[in-house]
């Protein structure tokens, strides 16, 4: 079964500074991988994902994030972090294709201060 | 053009009653799924509906039940609520005939639930 692993609860950045939000993940098969964003309060908004093709994927506001097949990482990252970026963020796998069985990861709490 | 809509937004229920959540899927999506995010935890899949049929299901009890309509749009029902249930619920559409590169799921508002 895939699953992924946030390792860090909670990430604090300097507004300016880049920051990186750190994903893992496990699967039988090839995977597919994502990052959504969640605002108080709020469902969960899409970013970006990784199907095939470039490692680096760009996302939506200034987001993107590198595979690693090698090290079975997909870490999110932004080269200038504002103070609007601060948010529940998670990963999540799919190890199917064609399935919405995606796994979540526990989150990761990004607080960017000014 | 709308996106997915979940309704209603907040609900309290009192242990052992009956709730229904409804879901409309984003235009042109076909697939509607089901997650329960628990307070502090990530989403966790409950089940999956296309073409007016449960094609996947994950770790919840038969308490958890659907159903998908022919517009697409989907119901949860959750039987005998436990106090563990409460929960934001979670729906999420996608477009399982668009090939791969939309298979990325857009998510409502969700559903606050509450049991007391």
């Known amino acids: 079964a895939q699953s992924v692993a946030q390792p860090e609860d909670q990430v604090n950045v300097a507004e300016g500074n880049p920051l990186t939000v750190k994903c893992t993940y496990s699967v039988s098969g090839n995977p597919y991988l994502f990052w959504y964003v969640q605002y108080p309060n709020r469902g969960l908004q899409f970013l970006l994902k990784?199907?095939?093709?470039?490692?680096l994927v760009k996302g939506s506001y200034g987001f993107e994030a590198e595979f690693n097949k090698s090290q079975t990482s997909f870490h999110l990252k932004k080269p200038s972090a504002l103070v609007s970026d601060s948010a529940l963020y998670f990963c999540a796998v799919r190890d199917m294709l064609w399935s919405n069985d995606m796994r979540f990861g526990a989150g990761t709490r990004l607080t960017v201060k000014p | 053009d709308a996106g997915v809509t979940q309704s209603p937004t907040h609900l309290i229920k009192t242990r052992g009653q009956q709730v229904t959540l409804r879901c409309s899927p984003k235009?042109?999506?076909?697939?509607v799924s089901w997650y329960q995010q628990a307070l502090g935890q990530g989403p966790q899949f409950i089940f999956q509906?296309?073409?007016?049929?449960?094609?996947q299901r994950g770790n919840f009890p038969d308490r958890f039940s659907g159903h998908q309509f022919p517009n697409y749009s989907s119901e949860l029902n959750v039987n005998a609520l436990w106090l563990g249930d409460s929960a934001l619920y979670l729906c999420?559409?996608?477009?399982?005939?668009?090939?791969?590169?939309?298979?990325?799921?857009?998510f409502g508002q969700g559903t606050r639930l509450t049991v007391v």
């Open positions: 990784y199907i095939t093709g470039d490692n």
């Open positions: 999420a559409s996608s477009s399982e005939g668009q090939g791969p590169a939309n298979t990325e799921a857009f």
């Open positions: 509906y296309y073409e007016e049929e449960e094609r």
């Open positions: 235009s042109g999506h076909d697939t």
